[in-house]
């Protein structure tokens, strides 16, 4: 695995980035920004939050069909708080993109919840 830091990320970032509509540099940072929307909406999460928990999907959605699977897991791990990462993993489980490589980190069980709840 190809391990990230904050020198890297932007050009690996950049090696993994499929949009073919792109028109510039500036439509490619707005789309990188959306690794800060998902940080910081998991700051504000509290589970049961039904618009928070679905614009935090729409984001990861966007992010996996931009980025691809394997490296946007990566970068949203790097960029996602330590303790924040339990309810990362718990969207990544419900959208069932979650590795089996990480399995020390347990998920939040009230947003499973919640997300079980969305899905109906």
């Known amino acids: 695995m190809y391990q990230i830091n904050d020198d890297n990320f932007f050009i690996f970032a950049m090696k993994h980035y499929d949009n073919p509509n792109c028109k510039g540099m500036d439509e490619f940072k707005d789309d990188l920004k959306r690794f800060s929307y998902v940080k910081r909406l998991l700051k504000k999460l509290k ?5 928070k928990e679905r614009l935090i999907i729409n984001h990861l959605i966007i992010l996996y ?22 309810k990362l993993k718990s969207f990544l489980i419900f959208l069932n993109v979650m590795p089996f490589d ?18 109906g």
């Open 65 to 86: 069909n931009l980025f691809g699977s394997k490296a946007t897991t990566q970068m949203l791990f790097f960029k996602i708080d330590e303790k924040y990462k339990n």
């Open 47 to 51: 589970a049961g939050d039904g618009l």
């Open 102 to 119: 990480n399995m020390e980190i347990i998920p939040d069980q009230n947003v499973l919840e919640s997300l079980r709840k969305i899905n």
